[in-house]
């Protein structure tokens, strides 16, 4: 019988070292064409990923997985708010018609947020632009946009061709709040916002595509929609899709894969399948063009896959056969998905062979994670509950574990369960705090990046004692550490 590890029965062995943990380096890569600043990435949950986690995650350097217990169009806008948060051309700006009401005009900016929208004529010709200065709501509301609009004379525009830093120009020169692009038929091609290079310049981390857009990833799953929502994200923006199952080393995960692979909208589309916790499962996977693999089957402080049925492998066991079933001859990248509590453990995971991890438990709690705060015996709580629990089943996520054809909840055979953990305010400290811990595990081990790591960690096993002599003992605290906290507490 195999032995099954997970990170409280190991430790590094530390090695010679002539890093500091301010020499290292971080980066990674979530699949084989998504890169990462920070091996970190929020987990596709409805209680940890929208838009807000994904933006803050990205802006740090890592990458936000957003959720599917949500319509497509609700997942898809999701999206959209990550990728248009830090642009730096935005190829395709809302715009709206010359005859429209300023009615219309103060909805999309409930709606959406835009204060500044181009104005094309019916030939899809700019002329002119629309903000918030140029109308009083409602008193304007039944008027026409092009009676009150900014028209083009008036505009400061450049042609299509116009870099990115020549873009930046203008803008600081010309003072300017939005520089409209255009063809040389005077129609619209892209737009860039002041707002956007200063967040550029307040984020220089921030982990980003070609077009200066924050990278976000979506889960989809094998349910009857999923082709049409993952057609739907990938029109939308989406970077990364991350085809989602309790057990993906199963018929209806490979066949989606090939499915997605030969769909001509997504097929350029990286997809990272899982979830797995075998040598074979990782070769099956790779073999059926997976381009990243999620690792881990019941290690989440919310899932309850072991005991209702019995399965799983301990999680730095899983990464090491995961490890061991890519073999060296395609290095399709390894998500350490679950169990993680402190920062020493990601360095466990990395130094087994992932290439990121993915955070649920660790990101729950926080300011930009979905849900409300609410307060429970003089503290500040908000919900986190994993995706097997009954409601997120009743919400969607029901075909994660087999039980599509399940309506009636009553009939739910539940892997998760639902509870609340203490608000944590903003993620940013957070990612601050497990990225320091990170580096300090670089440096005990002589390693400037992540791949020095993996070649160089020596794990030694520990017993019991060696668990509790490895935290705080005989004391009582009385401040608490921002980045520990005392095991089931």
């Known amino acids: 019988m195999q032995e099954g590890l997970t990170f409280d029965d190991v430790l590094l062995v530390p090695q010679y070292s002539k890093i500091l943990p301010s020499e290292t380096n971080a980066e990674s890569k979530f699949s084989e064409n998504i890169p990462l600043k920070i091996p970190i990435v929020s987990a596709a949950m409805d209680t940890v990923t929208e838009h807000r986690m994904a933006i803050a995650i990205a802006l740090e350097g890592g990458l936000g997985i957003i959720h599917k217990n949500l319509s497509i169009e609700e997942q898809a806008q999701e999206v959209k708010l990550t990728k248009r948060f830090e642009n730096g051309f935005i190829n395709d700006p809302a715009t709206v018609y010359d005859d429209a009401l300023i009615d219309d005009i ?56 116009t870099t990115l830093s020549q873009a930046n120009k203008i803008i600081r020169e010309k003072k300017l709040a939005i520089l409209a692009l255009v063809d040389k038929q005077g129609k619209l091609t892209s737009i860039v916002m002041r707002r956007d290079l200063e967040k550029n310049k307040k984020y220089p981390e921030a982990n980003k595509d070609a077009n200066k857009s924050l990278y976000v990833g979506a889960a989809i799953g094998v ?11 990938v029109k939308n923006g989406v970077d ?26 997504i097929k350029n589309t990286d997809i990272v399948a899982g979830n797995i916790a075998s040598a074979k499962a990782a070769q099956t996977l790779i073999k059926a063009g997976a381009n990243g693999i999620k690792v881990g089957i019941g290690p989440g402080s919310i899932c309850t896959t072991r005991v209702i049925a019995g399965i799983g492998v301990p999680q730095l066991t899983a ?44 990101l729950a709690g926080t300011e930009e994670s979905p849900g409300e705060t609410e307060f429970f015996n003089n503290k500040m709580y908000k919900i986190y509950r994993g995706m097997g629990s009954v409601d997120a089943m009743q919400a969607g996520s029901r075909d994660r574990y087999g039980q599509s054809s399940i309506s009636e909840k009553a009939k739910f055979v539940p892997e998760g369960i639902e509870g609340r953990t203490l608000y944590k305010g903003k993620v940013d400290k957070i990612l601050y705090q497990l990225i320091g811990g990170l580096r300090a595990g670089l440096g005990y081990n ?44």
């Open 106 to 161: 103060h909805n999309i900016f409930e709606k959406k947020g835009y204060k500044k929208i181009p104005v094309l004529d019916r030939a899809d010709k700019l002329i002119g632009l629309i903000t918030e200065l140029d109308y009083f709501w409602p008193h304007d509301k039944d008027k026409r946009v092009i009676d009150v609009m900014t028209p083009i004379k008036e505009l400061v525009i450049a042609p299509a061709s």
């Open 446 to 489: 002589g390693a400037a990046n992540i791949c020095e790591l993996q070649k160089k960690a020596e794990f030694v096993k520990i017993s019991s004692a060696g668990f509790h002599e490895s935290h705080p003992h005989n004391i009582t605290m009385t401040k608490e550490a921002p980045n520990y906290k005392v095991p089931n507490a």
């Open 240 to 265: 990364v899709l991350v085809l989602d199952s309790a057990h993906g080393h199963s018929k209806g995960i490979i066949d989606m894969i090939g499915t997605l692979k030969k769909d001509q909208i």
């Open 223 to 233: 349910g009857g929609d999923s082709l049409e929502r993952a057609r739907t994200l």
């Open 319 to 362: 990464i090491s056969e995961a490890v061991r079933g890519r073999g060296k001859t395609k290095k399709i990248p390894l998500i350490a998905d679950g169990g993680i509590r402190y920062s020493g453990d990601i360095v466990k995971a990395l130094a087994a062979g992932a290439d990121s991890i993915m955070a649920g438990g660790l």
